[in-house]
């Protein structure tokens, strides 16, 4: 059984890992380098892209994070997981700082001005419709030709999922609404890598 660590600075942690054993991985915590080290895979879960970035600072993860990402772990950000894994912000603090790993620019806070929260039907990977819950998400402005779109949702069209290699990210929360596809996707991304 695959072990698939998720990212336990801050956020919904939980809900990912709970997720995470319905698609039919081992989820485990990862706070420090060593938990790190351990696991096959891991989970940047939603909550608040400056605070995560902050804790991942002061917990000395940041550098470990950015060096398991170049050595191919596969990972998959959630919303401010999203944020996390994006090259390059749009609309960050001052210095605020990601791990990186995705040819992208990700606007924080972006469908904000428009409405808060939502959710909307969309469909992810040529898999169907799910259902996708997005809060105070943000979205992807521009990628690079490695890049490849997942997902797009209304309003705007806007990029929603993106897949770099062993690199996976969403704006939106498929930890909340009982559907696994995400996760399962996640799995078995782990699972051929
Ligand atoms: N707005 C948050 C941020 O910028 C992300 C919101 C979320 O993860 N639900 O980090």
Redesign the pocket.
Known sequence: VLTIGVLALQ?DVREHARALETAGAKAAAVRRPAELEAVDGLVI????????WKLADTFEMLEPLRMRIKDGMPAYG??????MLADRIE??IEGQETVGGIDMTVR??AF?RQVDSFEADLDFAGRGAMRAV?????WVQSIGSGVEVLARAEPGDRIVAVRQGPLLATSF?PELTGDVGVHSYFVEMVREL
């Open positions: 956020g879960p939603g909550g608040e892209s400056t605070t995560m959630s919303c401010a997981g999203m944020i609309g960050g924080r806070n904000g997005f809060i105070r998400a943000p929360h």
